[in-house]
């Protein structure tokens, strides 16, 4: 990626984070702000939740079945809007795996590829990373841990420490 282009961030809320987890959230926010979030109907046979996951997100079983979408659904939008695009995650071993656990289930491709964030973020970024992404929280007044407003935030942070960076280094 070249340093002047803001990267694509997704993140994803799943049902729990070990063994029989899968995604029941997935957001993302494209290069130039534009977002989309799509909650994801469980498959028949996902019925893992865990209680730890649902405090975190702040979302029902209850709710992610009445709204949720279809898994093949929301796996060809993802196609059609991130078609042969890089994306970035913070939690890519949790969210390449349910990627392709939701990809698997509806029998497509995925066009697209998950890379980690920390393969953009210097180690400069890195340092100051927590604090100003608490500052970015608190002047968005972002509450909710979703994916769309976490990856939001994920991308206001790795734009505003790539600037503080550069003038540092000015």
């Known amino acids: 990626m ?10 994803i809320e799943a049902s729990g984070f070990g063994r029989g987890g899968y995604p029941i959230e997935i957001g993302f926010v494209m290069s130039d702000g534009m977002a989309q979030c799509h909650l994801i109907h469980p498959y028949d046979d996902w019925t893992h939740w865990e209680a730890e996951a649902e405090n975190l997100h702040g979302l029902k079983r209850e709710t992610v079945v009445r709204f949720g979408m279809d898994g093949a ?21 949790y969210d390449s795996s349910w990627l392709a656990l939701l990809f698997d289930r509806a029998e497509l491709r995925q066009r697209f590829t998950i890379e980690h964030l920390a393969v953009i973020t210097t180690e400069e970024q890195k340092a100051i990373w927590e604090k100003t992404r608490d500052e970015i929280s608190t002047e968005l007044g972002l509450k909710r841990h979703r994916a769309s407003a976490d990856a939001r935030l994920i991308q206001a942070t790795w734009l505003r420490t790539r600037e503080l960076k550069q003038a540092a280094s000015l």
């Open 2 to 11: 070249e340093n002047h282009q803001t990267p694509i961030i997704i993140d």
């Open 73 to 93: 659904y929301v796996a060809r939008q993802l196609n059609q809007l991130l078609d042969g695009q890089t994306v970035y995650s913070d939690a890519w071993s």
